[in-house]
Structure formats: C-alpha cells, structure tokens
C-alpha cells in the first residue's frame, strides 16, 4: 500500500489527528518531493515507539536536537515504506536489533515542528516533520548503544517516567500521553 493509501485509509483518533492528516494529504498532492529533506518546508519522517513485552515501559533517547528524552525517529529520505525507516531508525540509535513490529497500521500521526538549527556544520532552516508512528515490541535485556551524531544516552522508562522526563511539554501532552493509551 503506498503511503499516500496507508495515511487516507487511517481513522484520526482526536481533533489533531484529523488536522494533521489532511494537512498531509494536501502536501503530498502538491508537492512531489513530499519524501525528501531538500524540501525544506516540510516533508516526511517516521517514528517508532518501542515497548517491552509486557506494554509497562518505553524506550528513548536523549536527543541532542531537542536536549529532552524523547521518541525514536528520522527522515524518510527517499524511502515511502516508513515502517521500514522507523524499524530502521531503532536500530541506528538505539542498538535493538530484535524488536517486532506489532503492526504495519500506523499508530499516529503528528505534525512536528522543528526549530532552525545547524546540523553538520550547514544552517537549517525551521521546518515541518510530518510524522507517521508505528508500534514495536522489544526486549529489555537486549543491549543498548548510544548513536553519538543524534543521541547522549538511551534508556527505558516507564510510561509514567517517560511523561517526566521530556523537556517538551507539548509532545507529553499532544503526543506520549496518546501513544501510551494505545500501547495495549
């Protein structure tokens, strides 16, 4: 199913929801480069949250860009399977190379606000991540690393832990607090 498919079959489950997928479909007819950074008003990443087994905690990442805990994720570069590039952003930050993807349905969308900041030396400008979360499963036992370029620390939390150790008042609130309900 083509991405453009997979977000018009998705049913919003709040009022953010429903404004952030018809913004996304609006960008997509308009623009072709809809997948790629070199539009830099906006364009697509993936996200993945990542649960043990039993659905009590959640795996994050203390990300540089943001200076808060926060969710696994990245650009899409080129790529529509954004399953893929959330499973594939899993590994890269975090080390997890057994996780299970609970589902290929996406689990939320979020229209994503990124400041302007300078990444590898190079000025980017403020911009818009559409966003397409997916669920993953993964064992807590399993080894962690730390991806130095995005990341200085990862770590499980449990979901009330994880509402506290964001710096981002508005992603506990509009984001974490929807993904935690639809962990089970």
């Known amino acids: ?7 018009k ?3 919003p489950a709040n009022e953010q929801e429903e404004y952030d997928k018809e913004q996304m479909l609006r960008f997509m ?3 072709s480069n809809y997948l790629s950074r070199e539009n830099q008003i906006a364009h697509f990443t993936a996200s993945i949250w990542t649960v043990n087994r039993e659905r009590t905690k959640t795996l994050m990442v203390y990300h540089n860009l943001y200076d808060s805990w926060s969710w696994i994720g990245g650009h899409a570069d080129g790529v529509e399977d954004l399953c893929s590039v959330a499973m594939r952003e899993l590994q890269e930050e975090t080390g997890v190379k ?22 590898r030396g ?22 962690l690393i730390v991806n130095e370029d995005e990341n200085q620390a990862v770590k499980w939390w449990t979901f009330e832990e994880a509402l506290h150790v964001s710096k981002e008042p508005w992603m506990v609130k509009r984001v974490y607090k929807k993904l935690i309900e639809r962990s089970w």
Do not use: Q
């Not at 057994?98 to 990444?119: P, Y």
């Not at 190079?122 to 080894?143: C, G, I, M």
């Open 122 to 143: 190079k000025y980017v400008p403020s911009h818009l991540h559409f966003n397409v979360t997916f669920l993953a499963e993964a064992d807590e036992k399993e080894e």
């Open 98 to 119: 057994h996780a299970v993807l609970v589902s290929k349905d996406i689990l939320s969308l979020e229209t994503l606000t990124v400041n302007g900041h300078v990444r």
């Open 29 to 31: 007819v308009c623009n």
């Open 1 to 7: 199913m083509s991405l453009l498919d997979a977000i």
């Open 9 to 11: 079959k998705y049913k």
